[in-house]
């Protein structure tokens, strides 16, 4: 689109082809009045006529010439600019006052004639109305010397109706006349990233005229209204004095990318009943909301006093950790990073809170501990004040460890590192399991998998997986990478002796090109562990190159609460055994193009040991086999969840065994782009993509032991 761009906003904007045409008038002028209107509204293209203005005795020379059968010849003209209006009964008829006439180019029997040019633009083909509000004739000759009308008119060509331009057309006429004009009108808005929304324009509507305007409500129409919105109107409900103005404020967040046209409208008591005043904007595909994932790296160890002081958190105390600029994730242009982080040895049952620094902190929890656990929690957190991130320790006092393994992109800013990748839900998808299928791992092994994406091989650069380790024999950590290069330093799951200990992760892959059965090229990962133990992996998305159809890109929110069954918010008490509850996301948080939540879901106190399941609602989907979270009774632990929302903005949960509370916070939002959305999905998701695992393929290769 960069190619052409130039020369489509020439012309919708068109100002360079004609001269210039007159502003509103600075006086009312006096009756008898003569004067001629003109709105080109959302006409588009500049033929006949590429911008609006207003023709009166106080600013222009206004001629009207009649002829036999009530035909006029209207010029407007100024410096060496004019506009020459032409109309005239249907054939065989006279005008006659309170009548409207459908009008075309050329009369005949039922329809009037109405033509526009301007500086040698005109049109071959038009559409239009006509309404006669006074008309009279001098007694001699039987001409017309005295009118008075509105008109509609629209240049029609082989593209179809260029949109309407209306006005006013007073001669010798004593009859009132009220309109307003919007300035600028086009407004365009150049080069702006798909669905990311624009800075305000202001656009101020003058009455012009001789007598009060009154206003009603601001709306978006024309071609692609959905591309435009409005930020708010001081012209609503008012009613202005000639010469007096008023402001609408108008945005973009274009849906294409293309150039992509609409009409901001706003109501009127005018004979035309609405101004028009023309918008564009030419969309082009960014980077804002995509993920870039990264090697693991450590950012911060309380224990060492990497990227923190040397000591525990104590109780109600934070750390501001600095993320932007180390660990691989730049200084600037990042909304949200993906962390693993970690708690080890704490002296009393707590919860960690990570939220943006520099902000009040949530009342949300981003990891949940009982005394003395080793664990870990995949979290994803909006960067606050100075690219910081806040860590918060609720009671007790605790080490912390925090790696990083992605970051999103704030805006387009990060646009040369090439483009990110958006997000795509699968129907939870068993990887592998041990204790079915090729047994214990030991202590110091790891398992390499890959998985067939088909023709998408080549497009996968990251894989959303729920990796649980269970019943290892000694506590230790899971570590999942790439296979490229050593295994990392970091961690991905921490595990105690004899514990069943999930944790959602983002793990980058790379291309498998021996072992990996009929694929080539297949995307690959391992799974280390440092302690004897069965472990269990379940796919739950991927992370493409930006380029797969129906991609979703992130957006971060500082942690909200939408789900407590403690206290009855969105879930009504606790779970029972083999219970389900669906829980709907508010509707503030979500909109059409809402697919997952990012979020952090809690078990509280189960009475017995359980697993808890989320799944999307509304889709007629059965429970998938694969767990979220698999607590133990009378702890209170979380994991962080994909969770994927049906038609009506819900998602299930279920708890198999006992009696526990939910708890549910959200930390952002994926939702479809426009960008690569295909023409089935760009209104929503569709039953059939319940089973989106289908979509991208679903060959799986067997573990193999490093």
């Not at 001629?63 to 009964?89: C, F, H, K, M």
């Not at 006669?132 to 017309?144: D, I």
């Not at 509105?150 to 006013?168: F, K, L, P, Q």
């Not at 005018?270 to 980077?287: D, I, P």
């Amino acid at each position: 689109m960069r190619r052409i761009r130039s020369l489509l906003s020439a012309l919708v904007v068109g100002t360079c082809a004609t001269a210039a045409l007159p502003g509103v008038a600075l006086a009312a002028p006096a009756a008898p009045y003569t004067v001629l209107t003109v709105d080109v509204g959302n006409h588009t293209g500049g033929y006949p006529l590429s911008q609006s203005g207003v023709y009166d005795t106080t600013n222009a020379t206004v001629s009207v010439t009649p002829s036999a059968q009530d035909r006029l010849a209207v010029r407007a003209s100024q410096s060496s600019s004019y506009v020459d209006l032409s109309i005239g009964p249907p054939t065989g008829q006279t005008w006659q006052e309170g009548q409207s006439y459908p009008a075309a180019r050329f009369a005949d029997a039922t329809t009037a004639s109405l033509d526009l040019n301007s500086d040698h633009r005109g049109c071959g083909h038009s559409s239009g109305s006509i309404t006669v509000r006074e008309v009279g004739r001098n007694a001699e000759t039987g001409l017309v010397d005295r009118f008075a009308a509105s008109y509609e008119y629209s240049c029609v060509d082989a593209a179809g109706s260029r949109g309407v331009i209306s006005g006013e057309l007073r001669w010798n006429s004593g009859l009132d006349y009220g309109v307003a004009h919007g300035t600028p009108n086009p407004v365009g808005f150049g080069y702006q990233e798909l669905a990311v929304r624009s800075a305000a324009k202001t656009v101020t509507f003058r009455s012009v005229g001789t007598k009060p305007i009154t206003f009603g409500a601001a709306s978006i129409g024309g071609p692609t209204p959905a591309a435009f919105s409005v930020l708010s109107s001081q012209c609503t409900g008012r009613t202005l004095a000639p010469g007096e103005t008023c402001t609408v404020s108008v945005a973009t967040h274009p849906t294409k990318a293309e150039l992509q046209t609409g009409s901001l409208l706003l109501a009127d008591d005018s004979s035309s009943g609405t101004r028009r005043v023309q918008l564009s904007v030419e969309g082009f595909r960014g980077v804002t909301g995509t993920y870039y994932p990264l090697s693991p790296k450590r950012l911060m160890d309380t224990r060492s006093g990497l990227g923190a002081p040397k000591a525990k958190i104590g109780t109600g105390r934070k750390v501001d950790l600095q993320v932007a600029g180390r660990g691989g994730v730049p200084s600037s242009g990042v909304g949200s990073v993906v962390l693993n982080v970690t708690v080890t040895n704490p002296t009393s049952s707590s919860f960690l809170t990570l939220y943006p620094a520099g902000v009040s902190r949530p009342t949300a929890s981003s990891i949940n501990f009982p005394r003395h656990w080793l664990g870990s929690n995949n979290v994803t957190v909006k960067l606050g004040s100075g690219g910081k991130v806040s860590v918060y320790n609720h009671a007790g006092y605790t080490d912390v460890v925090v790696d990083v393994v992605g970051f999103y992109a704030a805006n387009n800013s990060l646009s040369g590192r090439g483009m990110g990748g958006q997000y795509h839900w699968v129907k939870p998808f068993r990887l592998f399991d041990t204790r079915t299928d090729g047994g214990v791992l030991p202590a110091g092994y790891y398992i390499r998998s890959w998985v067939n994406f088909g023709q998408y091989n080549s497009n996968i650069r990251a894989l959303v997986l729920n990796i649980t380790a269970v019943s290892p024999r000694k506590a230790g950590f899971l570590s999942a990478w790439s296979t490229v290069g050593d295994v990392p330093t970091s961690s991905t799951v921490n595990y105690a002796a004899g514990k069943v200990v999930p944790n959602l992760a983002f793990v980058e892959t790379s291309p498998c090109y021996e072992g990996c059965g009929s694929g080539y090229g297949v995307p690959q990962f391992g799974v280390y562990t440092s302690q004897t133990t069965h472990m269990v992996v379940d796919l739950v998305g991927v992370i493409d190159d930006g380029t797969v159809p129906d991609g979703l890109r992130f957006t971060p929110m500082s942690p909200t609460r939408i789900a407590d069954s403690r206290s009855a918010q969105g879930i009504p008490g606790a779970l029972g055994p083999n219970a389900t509850r669906t829980v709907t996301a508010p509707p503030s948080m979500v909109t059409d193009a809402t697919e997952v939540l990012a979020m952090n879901v809690t078990a509280v106190s189960p009475t017995n040991n359980t697993v808890l399941t989320v799944w999307p609602a509304d889709y007629d989907m059965p429970r998938p086999s694969t767990s979220n979270l698999n607590p133990v009774a009378g702890q209170t632990v979380s994991n962080a969840v994909m969770g994927v929302i049906g038609p009506q903005d819900g998602f299930h949960v279920h708890n198999h065994s006992g009696t526990t509370h939910v708890v549910a916070d959200v930390v952002g939002t994926f939702w479809l782009y426009p960008g690569t959305a295909t023409p089935t999905r760009t209104a929503g998701v569709a039953a059939a993509d319940t089973d989106r695992v289908r979509v991208l393929g679903s060959g799986v290769g067997a573990p193999v032991r490093g």
